[in-house]
Nanobody, 124 residues
Framework: QVQLVESGGGLVQAGDSLRLSCAASGHTFSTYSMGWFRQAPGKEREFVALVSSSGRVTTYSDSVKGRFTISRDNAKNMVYLQMNSLKPDDTAVYYC?????????????????WGQGTQVTVSS
């Protein structure tokens, strides 16, 4: 089992940067692909970014491609989401999630473990 705890959210202005962190427990962390999702008020949870278990392969949603970077440190059981050029539309609760599935895993129901989320608010 994997427990996930996100941190790093906050209130920023449009154009600013923010880095989210996700701390994972469990000795099998390096076997999971890790994803970031977000959920804005009144909207469904949506995929943001994915990093493979090795960290060598990443996938992004079109809305964040070129602005966000996902990475992981398996030695520290950590996953990060570097968010640059933030926009008001990026305002949401951001969730870290782990999945045993390989490949392009972008659906909410494909993930096995979830963190509690961290709020990101971008003002215009």
């Amino acid at each position: 089992q994997v427990q996930l705890v996100e941190s790093g959210g906050g209130l920023v202005q449009a154009g600013d940067s923010l880095r989210l962190s996700c701390a994972a427990s469990g000795h099998t962390f390096s076997t999971y692909s890790m994803g970031w999702f977000r959920q804005a008020p009144g909207k469904e949870r949506e995929f943001v970014a994915l990093v493979s278990s090795s960290g060598r392969v990443t996938t992004y949603s079109d809305s964040v491609k070129g602005r966000f970077t996902i990475s992981r440190d398996n030695a520290k059981n950590m996953v990060y989401l570097q968010m640059n050029s933030l926009k008001p539309d990026d305002t949401a609760v951001y969730y870290c999630a782990a999945t045993i599935y390989l490949g392009k895993v972008v659906r909410v129901d494909e993930y096995n473990y979830w963190g509690q989320g961290t709020q990101v608010t971008v003002s215009s």
